[in-house]
């Protein structure tokens, strides 16, 4: 969108496998997208498309039997002096001390399950001053009070009272915003929020939508926004990523890829949303067979053996790549680029 | 929706495969497990041939050959292939009072296969005098000594062949008894919940938190001294197994709890199914395969039961033939530091119980490979 | 949290009640009753003894009353000391009991002690190091010691003490300590001699805890709240030893309730081996000459001893668990 601005985070040609005694599973296999200061990344895709694995390699902390076997991911600091910083995450170890001085104070998640993301015998206070003092000089005093203002923040009621509380004595939304505030103790620039919203009611999932909008706006951080929910994209995301079996399919600005959606995959997606206009009482489309498993995917165009408008001869032989079909708007799909002559 | 994978086909193969055929694909991948099966075999083939494998009565005590060590076999006799073992003769050395054994090489005693020996019947049916080694025609003071004798002079090899049937059936007849009621119980605690559950779960408790060994040490002092060896027999596998069914018990429980809420019990249930049948058509073969595994790994527990009980004089008692029994003769430092080889009779303990926690471990695994 | 305290307590001494019926019940198994025993060993030593003397013993121990008024009758002798006599040594049972009780309670805390200590670094070392050579020896380590009966273990090391150190390592006291009443020396001398019946007795317990503490700990690195922290910037020490571990360790304090009986249980027949002065000679001497005032006794005693313990590691694990103190679970 703005082309002037540098993206805070590159990630180009990732590639995640999990190396396991049945088979190798490459669950992140060549994703590449941008993330820019004060704009929300959406990255969508059925579950198992390798989002949260993405997420985690960001980051530098795929369990094993994982690890990144290909790929850069560049983060750029605020530029001192004139000159941006650039840093190779991929370069430095796992476990090394500046890869840790990232994590949690540059780059911040907020996991997937309300439910189980905090210790059950940990009070809230407990961690969030344990996480807040990881990375900045405070008093026990000072970090105790930086985590009730957080609470505060975050919108939850009675802030001072709800350090002492334990995860299991709050509810399910309640411990979805503590885990944001955990995430927000040392002012990240990156948020990356890995289905924050998936085990909620409707009304909290809006509340919480809420508070990341809101939370962004005063801050400018960048949110990378992960989600399977298209209704969720379309609400938030500034830039939407397509995932399949760990590939990008499609990639672009949120209005290009909801109005002029290209990949088959995206445009089936799109209509299992339930929309107001749709006739009720009408079955939803759902996008036929299921997905492949992981230890086999098929050759050619990983969605070949699903899509409605797969070219025989083509699409089972080749692989599609990802170019682009107009302004900042990317595409992998044989539909809209030709097919690489060494045909076998 | 008509394309098909080929992914979907095996996909189908392992649904279609059952529960023990899974289990059984899983538990080959585990090599130690499937070694420790083997042995498993093999101490209960010598349970079937116990008498076979035994060469002289194990019972017919001698004075004179007391505490005799083990005689090696020697294999070769002149480069040539004989296989025999020199003759011992014994003599009570007059300052200590202990016998002293002489071996005399030039008196060898060749080792045959299938001589004839005492009288047994094979398989409890099949009278027979054979056996697989001995000393042809051997009369007692010929015979030999693998792993020497015991205080009355009794062959310590033939014990151990006897004594390897009473002990390992004495642990399957135990887990069985455990087994019964433990999927009774259970099965009762865990269907139908609420008061009864409740009332089951703290009777394991209770007794699950009183110690065992001085427990059944209390009740098997009080079996008559005139019951017969069977009736003490079958007497001490009901005490260890009063004791053995809460494990087995809080498994089926802790399966049926979950299993409660399986869509497929649902779906039976709506269907109509009578309970019993849920039970019995259901529940009890989907979890089959963990049963057999807890059971499998009590099994050690009630053999060492039994040995513990007969080597404390308060299980199996003479003329019955235990491990436990045998490890009797070994009560304190001086009968093992002058006659170690008593002790050999701990090794098949040791190499069971080895052997069933193994294959346990083995099946555990194979029955819910993401259990713990 | 004082609900959950008052469950415990009251299963705990429903759990002792029924421990005093097993007890009298295998005081009561043997055929004929304590007076009949008592007799028929008196008079294979003396000649003339009164009937008096009999029926007021069997007045004495309501023998010729039913059964619960017998239970009663011993029962209320128990809360006011009287335990009953001993007729092997003729001897309140308290007076021959002495201080074996005290005994056992050290040898079994000492082996608890120890099975926590050696469990507990190498369970949270074979979880975080999971598959690697270590993990392996010492899987392979706990599978011998859950496979090895400790009463075999105690005879095998005591033959090696004999042969290769030419030491007798049973007791729990050198002889010149034996019949010593209490000193410094003395309690040295017990600190000395208690390692080793403890390792023999704690073995099969250490195992068993090993594999408890890997298992609850590697589902425990697998919770989402371990990813939280490292994406917190934890590094990886701090943050197992704070969270997972923290967290597994409380199942790990509830096996207290299991281990305690089995330390027990292992006590009595590795004491009987090694010939330690504790309860567990006693019992089977006491069982062998039918003297079942006194077994009775002691196998009550073995049971109020693990009640007691389960009962104060409930406590302790209320106290370490936010859950149970909060209610939140059963
Ligand atoms: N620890 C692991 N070991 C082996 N495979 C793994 C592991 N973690 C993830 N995977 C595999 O990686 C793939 C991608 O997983 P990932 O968790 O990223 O999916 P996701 O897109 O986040 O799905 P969801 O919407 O369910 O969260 C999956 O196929 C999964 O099987
Ligand atoms: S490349 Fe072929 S199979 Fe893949 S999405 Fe495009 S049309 Fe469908
Ligand atoms: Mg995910």
Redesign the interface.
């Known amino acids: 969108m703005q082309d002037d601005r540098q993206p805070i985070l590159s990630v180009r040609n990732l590639k995640t496998s999990f190396f396991t005694d049945e088979g190798i599973v490459r669950a992140v296999d060549g994703a590449s997208f941008d993330v820019h200061l004060g704009q929300t990344l959406g990255i969508v895709g059925e579950s198992g498309c390798g989002k949260s694995v993405t997420a985690?390699s960001i980051?530098g902390?795929v369990p094993r039997p994982g690890r990144i076997v290909e790929g850069d991911i560049l983060l750029r600091r605020e530029p001192e002096d004139g000159q941006a910083h650039e840093i190779a995450l991929t370069s430095l170890g796992d476990?090394s001390s500046e890869m840790?001085?990232?994590?949690?104070?540059e780059i911040?998640?907020v996991?997937?399950?309300p439910m189980?993301?905090?210790?059950?015998?940990?009070t809230i206070g407990n961690?969030i001053i344990?996480?807040a003092r990881?990375?900045r000089k405070l008093s026990k005093q000072e970090a105790s009070e930086l985590a009730v203002e957080l609470l505060s923040l975050v919108g939850i009621p009675r802030a001072e009272a709800a350090i002492d509380s334990?995860p299991?004595?709050l509810s399910g939304g309640l411990r979805q915003r503590a885990?944001i505030a955990?995430?927000l103790?040392c002012d990240p620039r990156l948020l990356i929020a890995d289905e924050p919203t998936t085990a909620l009611d409707v009304t909290t999932q809006a509340q919480i939508l809420d508070l990341l909008r809101s939370l962004q706006e005063q801050n400018g951080m960048a949110i990378m926004l992960i989600t399977h929910d298209m209704g969720v994209i379309a609400e938030m995301a500034d830039q939407v990523v397509v995932m399949y079996l760990g590939r990008v399919v499609e990639e672009g600005p949120v209005d290009t890829v909801f109005g002029e959606s290209k990949h088959p995959y995206t445009q089936s997606l799109l209509r299992s949303i339930p929309s107001i206009h749709s006739t009720p009482k009408v079955q939803l489309p759902t996008i036929?067979?299921t997905i492949?498993?992981p230890y086999?995917r098929?050759a050619g165009c990983p969605f070949h053996?699903?899509c409605p408008d797969v070219i025989p001869g083509v699409c089972d032989k080749h692989e599609p790549e990802l170019q682009s079909v107009g302004d900042e708007h990317l595409v992998s799909c044989f539909l809209y680029h030709p097919v690489p002559e060494t045909s076998p | 929706?008509t394309?098909e994978?080929?992914?979907a086909d095996s996909?189908e193969r392992i649904f279609v495969a059952g529960q023990m055929q899974l289990m059984w694909w899983r538990f080959r991948k585990h090599r130690v497990a499937v070694v420790a099966t083997l042995v498993v075999v093999a101490f209960y083939l010598v349970v079937l041939g116990a008498d076979f494998l035994a060469y002289t009565n194990p019972n017919t005590t001698e004075a004179y050959r007391s505490l005799m060590p083990p005689q090696p076999i020697r294999f070769f006799d002149n480069g040539r292939f004989s296989p025999h073992v020199y003759a011992v003769t014994g003599e009570r050395d007059m300052r200590t009072f202990k016998r002293v054994y002489v071996s005399h090489p030039d008196q060898k005693r060749p080792v045959r296969f299938f001589v004839r020996g005492y009288k047994y019947k094979f398989l409890g049916f099949i009278r027979t005098d054979r056996h697989l080694i001995g000393v042809e025609g051997a009369t007692a003071a010929e015979s030999i000594f693998l792993l020497g004798t015991d205080e009355k002079g009794r062959d310590v090899w033939s014990r151990i062949m006897v004594a390897t049937r009473t002990s390992l059936t004495i642990g399957l007849v135990a887990v069985a008894l455990s087994l019964v009621l433990g999927v009774l119980l259970g099965g009762i605690s865990g269907f139908y919940g609420g008061p009864m559950d409740s009332a089951i779960q703290r009777l394991i408790e209770i007794l699950r938190s009183i110690p065992t060994i001085p427990l059944w040490m209390g009740m098997a002092a009080a079996f008559p001294r005139d019951w017969s060896v069977e009736q003490i027999y079958f007497a001490i596998t009901i005490v260890i197994a009063l004791r053995g069914w809460t494990g087995l018990a809080r498994e089926v429980r802790g399966r049926f709890l979950s299993l409660r809420e399986e869509d497929f019990v649902t779906a039976a249930d709506l269907a109509g199914c009578s309970r019993k049948r849920i039970i019995f058509r259901h529940m009890i073969p989907s979890f089959q395969s963990h049963i057999i595994a807890a059971a499998t790994l009590s099994v050690p527990a009630m053999i060492l039961a039994e040995t513990a009980l007969s080597y404390l004089g308060l299980g199996l008692r003479p003329p019955a033939i235990s491990w436990g029994v045998m490890l009797q003769q070994v009560q304190n430092v001086e009968a093992v530091a002058l006659s170690p080889w008593l002790l050999v009779s701990a090794v098949p303990v040791i190499v069971v119980t080895l052997a069933f926690n193994f294959m346990g471990d083995g099946l555990r695994d194979a029955a819910d490979p993401y259990g713990v | 949290m004082l609900a959950y305290a008052a469950r415990r307590l009251v299963l705990a001494i429903f759990t002792l009640w029924t421990v005093t019926v097993l007890s009298f019940i295998i005081i009561q198994l043997p055929p004929g009753d304590f007076v009949d025993a008592y007799m028929a060993q008196l008079s294979a030593t003396q000649s003339n003894v009164s009937e008096q003397h009999f029926e007021s013993l069997r007045r004495q121990y309501a023998l010729d009353r039913p059964m619960y008024v017998q239970y009663l009758k011993w029962m209320s002798g128990i809360f006011s000391g009287d335990f009953g006599t001993s007729m092997m040594w003729r001897k309140s049972v308290l007076d021959v009991i002495g201080d074996r009780l005290a005994m056992t309670m050290v040898l079994s805390l000492g082996a608890i002690i120890l099975t926590w200590a050696v469990a507990l670094p190498i369970g949270i070392y074979s979880a975080v190091r999971q598959y690697s050579i270590g993990d392996y020896v010492f899987t392979f380590i706990g599978f011998i010691g859950l496979g090895v009966p400790s009463f075999l273990l105690a005879l095998v090391l005591m033959y090696f003490g004999f042969t290769l150190f030419d030491s007798d390592i049973g007791g729990l006291f050198s002889p010149e300590y034996q019949l010593e009443p209490w000193s410094w020396g003395k309690v040295k001398d017990l600190l000395y001699h208690l390692p080793l019946p403890a390792i023999i007795i704690g073995l099969s317990g250490t195992a068993e805890l090993i594999r408890v503490m890997r298992a609850n700990l590697l589902d425990e690195l697998r919770?989402?709240?371990v990813?939280?922290?490292?994406?917190?910037?934890?590094?990886?020490r701090t943050l197992v030893l704070?969270?997972p571990v923290?967290?597994a360790l409380?199942p790990f304090a509830s096996t207290v309730g299991y281990l305690l009986p089995y330390i027990l249980s292992g006590s009595v027949i590795v004491s009987v081996v090694l010939g330690l002065p504790t309860l567990g000679p006693l019992l089977l001497g006491s069982l062998v000459a039918q003297d079942m005032f006194l077994a009775g006794t002691i196998v009550m005693m073995l049971g109020a001893l693990t009640v007691i313990g389960t009962f104060l590691s409930d406590l302790l694990l209320m106290w370490?668990?936010?859950?149970i103190r909060?209610e939140?679970v059963q």
């Open positions: 985690l980051l902390i476990s840790r001085s990232i994590r949690g104070a911040a998640l996991f997937q399950e189980t993301s905090l210790s059950p015998v940990h961690q344990g996480a990881l990375h334990y299991f004595q885990l955990l995430a103790s036929t067979g492949p498993h086999n098929p053996p699903r | 929706m394309e994978h080929p992914i996909e | 919770k989402p709240y990813i939280t922290a490292r994406a917190a910037g934890m590094s990886e704070k969270y923290r967290v409380n370490i668990d936010p859950r909060f939140m």
